[in-house]
């Protein structure tokens, strides 16, 4: 019987019950739909995170290519070392500097009949290494900044592979 009280024939009944389980269905696959579309935004989102990432990373090396060639660091007489003082540069690079200084003050001060003493070619080496070390300073910073950057960049991930990999 039906909610009047009637009597419902067996062949109507059947496409009744038949019609609800396809509504049924239906909703079923409306949530599976919903499902399937909020895990494939997801990965989406994912996806450009990732792609985010990785052009945030070859932009740091690309600018730490740049400047390295900026610096000249094909001779690293000319070019003070991460974290190195004035005076540590100086003291790695006597003779490059004290021969640069030979070589352009002493010879034109010898070309005036006034030759450099040793102690004035040493300070005139020091003054050449003390002009390189602080025209390139401001480079060695970034330079450092964007390798920490890097740095951490790859502990980061590497820190997501060891979670993703505790996990499995």
Do not use: C
Request: negative net charge; proline residues 4%; without cysteine.
């Amino acid at each position: 019987p039906n909610q009047s009280g009637k009597e419902i024939p067996p062949e109507e009944f059947h496409d009744i019950l038949k019609e609800a389980l396809e509504n049924d269905g239906m909703v079923e696959e409306e949530e599976e739909n919903d499902d399937d579309s909020e895990i494939a935004r997801k990965k989406a989102k994912k996806a450009a995170k990732k792609e985010k990432e990785k052009q945030k990373r070859k932009g740091i090396k690309h600018e730490i290519k740049e400047l390295n060639e900026k610096l000249g660091i094909d001779n690293d007489q000319r070019s003070p070392l991460m974290g190195e003082s004035v005076a540590e540069f100086y003291a790695r690079t006597t003779d490059f500097w004290n021969n640069e200084a030979a070589r352009t003050v002493g010879q034109t001060a010898a070309d005036r009949g006034e030759p450099l003493s040793a102690k004035e070619l040493n300070r005139e080496g020091f003054q050449l290494a003390k002009s390189r070390y602080e025209e390139l300073k401001p480079i060695l910073d970034r330079l450092n900044e964007l390798e920490e950057m890097q740095r951490e960049a790859e502990e980061e991930k590497k820190s997501k592979k060891e979670r993703k990999k505790d996990r499995r």
